[in-house]
């Protein structure tokens, strides 16, 4: 079956940076569509960064466009998610996420797997 993986989280002062990772594993993803989501305490969920796996191309959420990069290796089926300039207001439990339509990036009720996330908190 479908296993999504995430490492990477931790402790960061504001200003500081962190890679997450997400090792995909259970079928090809070529076609797919890898997106990351983040949930902070008492907010709803919202779409960070996604990344079509055969092209590359990327989308991101406005909060963090230009601060953020999204890339994928494929011989090791990884996605990650460069974090740059962070914020207090990064903080949240970090998912990836994964889907077969190319539709929709920032919907997460159309992605069929989740990793079990990584926590990042930012310190100000």
């Known amino acids: 079956q479908v296993q999504l993986v995430e490492s990477g989280g931790g402790l960061v002062q504001a200003g500081g940076s962190l890679r997450l990772s997400c090792a995909a594993s259970?079928?090809?993803?070529?076609?797919?569509?890898m997106g990351w989501f983040r949930q902070a305490p008492g907010k709803e969920g919202e779409f960070v960064a996604g990344i079509r796996w055969n092209l590359g191309t990327t989308g991101y959420a406005d909060s963090v466009r230009g601060r953020f990069t999204i890339s994928r290796e494929t011989a090791k089926n990884t996605v990650y998610l460069e974090m740059n300039n962070l914020k207090p207001e990064d903080t949240a439990v970090y998912y990836c996420?994964?889907?077969?339509?190319?539709?929709?990036?920032?919907?997460?009720?159309?992605?069929?797997?989740w990793g079990q996330g990584t926590q990042v908190t930012v310190s100000s």
């Open positions: 996420a994964t889907k077969s339509s190319v539709s929709g990036w920032s919907l997460p009720d159309l992605y069929h797997h």
């Open positions: 259970g079928r090809t993803f070529s076609n797919d569509v």
